[in-house]
């Protein structure tokens, strides 16, 4: 049981490229969460599904797109990255009240 | 607006000491409170949670105490040890945000050997 795993666990990117973080859980959660978190902040919410077939925007989703491609995985999709979206992304997923969350990816936009 | 917040960045403790880290929030509508722990270079880790309809809650180590009246909980880490050194934030969620957490910014606590 691995739990909430993300990849990739570092990436550098190029102004305007664009990019797809990768989330699984195998808990068999409904409700997967995306956040960011920025040196000095807690996490912000940028979108979450609660359940499959659904999401929805957080507090910051400009410039981000998601997918509840099943129940186990959802991905974060830059379309054209920008170096205000460099942060760690951390991916979530739910059951009762509790969240639990992966490892991280660490996006640097140059 | 709503917000959640720890009172200090920073806090040094003695090995073996006891530690209290404080949080104030905003939301008087907030009914669910959660501590999280994030070590270097990993995601939040689940401590301890506490419903709105509870003052206290003990687990392994860790206590947490909640004071709806003046919008305060805290958490209190007891014989502090060397593995205790990491961030610590407060969440919070009211019921009617489809369970979007609301993070404060973090303690970062270390410990002194």
Not at chain 1, 15 to 30: E, F, I, P, R, V
Not at chain 1, 55 to 67: A, F, I, L, M, R
Not at chain 1, 102 to 109: A, C, D, H, N, Q
Not at chain 2, 11 to 25: K, W
Request: charged content about 15%; hydrophobic content about 30%; glycine content about 8%.
């Amino acid at each position: 049981n691995a739990g909430v795993t993300q990849t990739p666990k570092f990436q550098v990117l190029k102004t305007g490229q664009s990019m797809t973080l990768q989330c699984a859980q195998d808990m068999n959660h409904n409700s997967m969460y995306w956040y960011r978190q920025d040196p000095g902040m807690g996490l912000r919410l940028i979108y979450y599904s609660a359940s499959e077939g659904t999401t929805d925007k957080g507090e910051v989703p400009n410039g981000y797109n998601v997918s509840r491609l099943n129940k186990r995985e959802f991905s974060l999709r830059l379309e054209s990255a920008a170096p205000s979206q460099t942060s760690v992304y951390f991916c979530a997923s739910r059951v009762t009240d509790t969240q639990y969350f992966g490892p991280g990816t660490r996006l640097t936009v140059l | 607006g709503e917000s959640v917040g720890l009172h200090l960045p920073t806090l040094s403790v003695q090995e073996g000491d006891n530690s209290i880290i404080n949080c104030a929030y905003s939301n008087s509508a907030s009914d669910y409170f959660i501590w999280y722990k994030q070590e270097s270079g990993k995601g939040p880790q689940f401590i301890i949670d506490i419903r709105s309809n509870m003052d206290k809650r003990q687990g392994q180590r860790v206590t947490v105490l909640l004071n709806k009246t003046v919008k305060h909980l805290s958490l209190q880490i007891a014989a502090t040890q060397p593995g205790d050194s990491a961030v610590y934030f407060c969440a919070e969620i009211s019921g009617s945000n489809d369970y979007k957490l609301s993070f404060g910014a973090g303690t970062t606590v270390t410990v002194r050997a």
